[in-house]
């Protein structure tokens, strides 16, 4: 079973950064793409970015040049790096490996 723990939310002014983390735990025989989600509030659920276990990514065209994804394979840990943030980025973001997903972090951008 894969364990998925999520950290990096919070409060952050527009125009600001914040960091997001997901560390993977467990049995990780999964080669799925490892990705993020963000639902904003009373909106669907929708991919932002994701990676391949070999570092292929793919980025949600709203935030191309903001956010940035990476994996760190040694520590089985994938990084949101979130730039630039603006009023339709605030949501719950959740990460997720094959069927498994982190419990989702709250994110909110003040004016």
């Known amino acids: 079973q894969v364990r998925l723990e999520e950290s990096g939310g919070g409060l952050v002014q527009a125009g600001g950064s914040l960091r997001r983390s997901c560390a993977a735990s467990?049995?990780?025989?999964?080669?799925?793409?490892m990705v993020w989600y963000h639902q904003p509030p009373g909106k669907q659920r929708d991919m932002v970015a994701a990676i391949t276990e070999g570092g292929t990514t793919h980025s949600a065209e709203h935030v191309k040049g903001r956010f940035t994804i990476s994996r760190d394979g040694a520590k089985n840990t994938v990084l949101l790096q979130m730039n630039s943030l603006k009023s339709d980025d605030p949501g719950v973001y959740y990460c997720?490996?094959?069927?498994?997903w982190g419990q989702g972090t709250q994110v909110t951008v003040s004016p």
């Open positions: 467990g049995e990780i025989f999964v080669t799925a793409p």
């Open positions: 997720t490996l094959g069927t498994a």
